[in-house]
């Protein structure tokens, strides 16, 4: 092999950008870019390369073109990229006739390996869990895919669809949910309403099966994954146009995409809940504080609620800075105007308006938000009379993805849930 590949992102800013795709030569010792940042992709274009790191093996015999998995707006698609022309092509391609209707009903794919011209790849979609498939690469480019196992599950019992959104403000972004609702519900009622935003900010919530989103939908309850401004697999500029504007943009968007849900006559406005972690949490603590009204019930998982207290005792300190439009310098000390600045930007400063029931549970083992952010939530709603539980996990960190852990938090959300609506 001549040729050497790697992933090169910006220096600063978000923790998760659009990467950029370069190759070595090392026969003539020149280095090219292959895959620029896409800034304001169309919807129909290619967004750029959201991806931490390529798959080990990732080459086609020929030497010319890799195959890699990259986010693509709200769903995980495979690429053909060609190292020569650097023509960016997609392989797969959710909804699309063109790649037959058997393999145009996956939405989240994975390239595990490549070798021998073969591609063994994972896909999956909200109502169809994960299977191994292989791909034979063809010289023109076409690939066949077939299954490796016979027999596999299908959850019939909901749907899934990508609903597009356009914000008010001039100019602005589209951006994307992903609402599951159960499919053999025959009454004529509305579907309470489980809203959940993603955290990080800078992640995405890609239209692949996932335990607790379907599980609550085969309970009973519409789901909406938001993928709001900020998001990976947009372009770099929708990621770039939420720092500076946490608590305000992406607030808003969660809030168009609940209430479009109501207005479309699927979710029950009156029985709205809230779920998030991490940023998630952020938000929909921020959505009970600014919209005291609206919802019958939350739970947050290790959120944030306090950007400035946060700052130092978090193993990112960057990241309050990024997020709320600031520079940072390890050896530069916060001043007052940093501190007051972030608080502003904060769940905590809403406080005052919450009356929502909320659970938080804290994994006393995070890093990344530190467990005294649910804490000192809890110990503010508690001041104000307001219904709140707290759930401590001792050993567990940022996650909670303990199998154990994992089953007792979907069992206490879904009572809280159920005993609030």
């Known amino acids: 092999m001549s040729k050497l590949i790697y992933l090169r992102n910006c220096e600063g800013g978000p923790h998760m950008q659009c990467s950029q795709l370069f190759m070595y030569d090392w026969n003539t010792k020149e280095t090219k870019t292959v895959v620029k940042i896409q800034d304001r992709p169309k919807k129909s274009e290619f967004p750029g390369l959201y991806l931490t790191t390529l798959p080990r093996r990732c080459w086609a015999s020929d030497n010319k073109r890799i195959y890699t998995h990259s986010i693509w707006r709200s769903c995980r698609e495979i690429v053909e990229i060609n190292i020569e022309t650097e023509v960016v092509r997609k392989v797969t391609s959710f909804g699309s006739s063109k790649i037959g209707t058997e393999w145009s009903k996956y939405s989240a794919w994975t390239v595990l390996d490549v070798s021998d011209d073969l591609i063994l790849a994972a896909c999956a979609a909200p109502n169809l869990p994960q299977r191994l498939v292989i791909g034979k690469l063809f010289p023109g480019g076409d690939i066949k895919w077939n299954y490796l196992d016979e027999e596999h599950l299908t959850l019939s019992d909901f749907k899934f669809e990508i609903k597009n959104y356009t914000p008010k403000e001039k100019d602005s972004f589209d951006f994307e949910a992903i609402l599951l609702t159960p499919e053999n519900d025959t009454s004529e009622r509305k579907l309470p309403l489980i809203a959940l935003p993603h955290g990080g900010p800078h992640s995405t919530l890609v239209a692949d099966y996932m335990l607790y989103p379907s599980t609550f939908c085969r309970l009973g309850f519409a789901v909406l994954l938001i993928n709001y401004r900020g998001s990976l697999g947009f372009g770099n500029d929708f990621i770039l146009s939420l720092p500076g504007n946490v608590g305000c943009n992406d607030v808003k968007d969660c809030k168009q995409a609940i209430d479009q849900t109501i207005q479309d006559g699927i979710a029950d406005g009156d029985n709205v809940v809230l779920q998030g972690g991490s940023h998630g949490g952020f938000l929909v603590c921020h959505l009970i504080g600014q919209y005291p009204n609206d919802f019958k019930a939350c739970v947050a998982r290790n959120p944030v609620t306090n ?108 009572k809280w849930f159920v005993d609030h609506l």
């Open 307 to 414: 950007m400035a207290s946060k700052m130092g005792a978090t193993d990112i300190p960057d990241w309050g800075y990024t997020e709320s439009g600031l520079s940072f310098s390890h050896s530069r000390l916060p001043s007052s105007e940093v501190y007051a600045a972030m608080f502003e930007k904060s769940p905590l400063f809403h406080v005052d308006k919450v009356k929502t029931p909320t659970m938080i549970m804290i994994g006393n083992a995070d890093k990344r938000v530190p467990p005294q952010q649910g804490y000192e939530y809890a110990k503010a709603l508690k001041a104000r009379e307001v219904e709140v539980r707290v759930l401590t996990y001792p050993d567990d960190n940022h996650s909670l993805a303990k199998t154990n852990y994992e089953a007792d938090a979907f069992i206490n959300m879904f």
